[in-house]
């Protein structure tokens, strides 16, 4: 058996593509739920055991902490692309750099991130017009929440990395053994102690930092070139930019739902304290149906760095339409559940008939349109697994962010409904997926990918 198999990676480059997809997938998506259950569980304890302003504070901050989130995932998806297509190629040593400087850059980034949170949090939330009720719980989490940032990158890199080379099963059983954590916790804190919102915040920061430790450890545990080594972190001057310019257009695209979201959210902040709340909450309900869209985005990322990295282009075109295929029947069918058991869903985490009518009514108006946003995921997967970052982050931006807040900016203010606001999501995964097709068919991606590819590799000699 080699190295790479009794490492637990996996190997991409030839076999059956949709098998392989799932393979790569379905760990991901449990990843995704977990990272999605802090959340998840954060509201129902609160639901259960505290009182409705602490929910709605927790729930006020959904959008920023997603944001973030988002961020974190996309830079340790980024810098993973360089290393993906190091591991295709099988040039070991350049790899090995790829990991080192990769950790480097989460730690960096990660105590800036935490810092400036701190500096941010309050004037952020001001400015969205949180309601009066919920700020100070808003505040309490979000602080708390910040304070994990330097967690969230150095876990997301590690895990990245090892997706990196095909192991994604082991990102999904550190975060799930995180998120037990969490809920413990949550019980002490909240249920126990009755912290409120403080208590929440505690219980994530703990599971985070937990998390983190778990995958460096498991990275330093591997048999194989992509093995991190504590004494090696450092920042790499040759692939430090590479890496960089990979990484951080692939934050911000990640992140663009997030920023879409916080403006998103300002407008809901508009209606009252009982829309914020179901606004927040059927997000994490929500949330399981773009896990695995993303999930299936994500696998196809790697995917394609392998067989980019190998040279192996007819094979990474049928990979992304094996995936349309399985996005389509995902899709639809999540869809269909959610619409159909939404408000049994929504009462488990609280008994408030007018909160509970409200998130119904909100997840009947975009659910059957989640098809488009999982287009987008495949078409961005792909090309960004080729090394191809900025321009579908300009796409993504331009179809999100710029779209929303054009359409909130003029069309709310002549009608001012909450459908109003809620169509600005299936009508921004139309434009952008019809972008992204006729960029995959008619741009010129595959050949920006190769002059970065031959730049890169380069450079790393």
């Known amino acids: 058996m080699s190295t790479r198999s009794r490492s637990g990676a996996l190997d991409v480059t030839e076999g059956v593509i949709w098998q392989q997809l799932l393979q790569l997938a ?24 505290s009182t409705k302003d602490v929910l709605g504070g927790i729930q006020a901050t959904s ?23 190091f591991f295709g190629a099988h040039e070991d040593e350049k790899l ?40 100070d719980e808003a505040l309490v989490y979000g602080r708390w929440y910040f304070g994990t940032m330097v967690f969230w990158l150095f876990e997301n890199m590690c895990g990245g990395m090892l997706r990196a080379v095909g192991d994604s099963r082991t990102p999904s059983v550190v975060i799930g053994l995180a998120c037990l954590l969490n809920g413990i916790l ?21 599971s985070v930092g937990f998390a983190a430790a778990a995958m460096s450890w498991r990275l330093m ?20 930019g590479d890496m960089l310019r990979c990484g951080i257009p692939m934050g911000f695209q990640w992140s663009a739902y997030g920023i879409s979201n916080v403006i998103v959210q300002s ?21 399981i149906t773009w896990m695995v869209l993303e999930s299936v985005g994500t696998a196809l990322t790697t995917f394609s760095a392998q ?27 999540m869809s269909a559940v959610l619409n159909a058991g939404i408000e049994g869903i929504a009462r488990f985490f609280i008994d408030d008939a007018g909160i509970i009518s409200v998130t119904a009514h909100m997840t009947r108006v975009i659910a059957f349109f989640y098809l488009f946003y999982g287009m987008t995921e495949n078409y961005s997967g792909m090309i960004r697994g080729a090394g191809e970052s900025l321009r579908p982050m300009v796409i993504t931006l331009t179809g999100t962010c710029v779209f929303r807040i054009v359409w909130l900016m003029v069309f709310l203010p002549l009608n001012h409904t909450l459908d109003m606001v809620l169509w600005s999501y299936p009508l921004s995964w139309a434009l952008t997926a019809l972008i992204y097709f006729f960029y ?22």
């Open 26 to 49: 379905w760990p991901i998506v449990l990843s995704s739920f977990f990272q999605q259950a802090y959340m998840l569980v954060n509201a129902f304890v609160v639901g259960q055991f």
């Open 63 to 85: 959008a920023i902490c997603d944001l973030t989130i988002s961020f974190c995932i996309g830079i340790g998806a980024g810098c993973a692309v360089i290393a993906g297509q």
């Open 96 to 135: 090995s750099r790829a990991v080192h400087t990769g950790a480097a850059i989460a730690l960096i980034l990660g105590f800036v991130a935490a810092l400036g949170g701190q500096i941010v949090i309050r004037p952020v939330l001001t400015a969205m017009h949180t309601p009066a009720e919920l700020l």
């Open 186 to 206: 949550d019980l002490v804190f909240v249920a126990g102690l009755d912290l409120g919102a403080m208590g929440v915040g505690m219980a994530t920061f703990l």
């Open 221 to 240: 545990a591997v048999d194989g070139p992509w093995q991190l080594r504590l004494r090696d972190i450092r920042i790499d001057r040759e692939l430090v």
């Open 267 to 287: 407008s809901m902040n508009s209606f009252g304290a009982d829309v914020v709340t179901a606004w927040g909450l059927q997000g994490r309900i929500t949330g």
């Open 307 to 333: 067989n980019f990295g190998a040279r192996n282009i007819d094979r990474m075109r049928r990979g992304i339409r094996e995936a349309m295929v399985i996005t389509f029947v995902a899709s639809l069918t």
């Open 440 to 461: 995959y068919r008619f741009g010129h991606w595959l050949i920006h990918a190769e002059e970065h590819e031959a730049a890169l590799l380069g450079v790393a000699e």
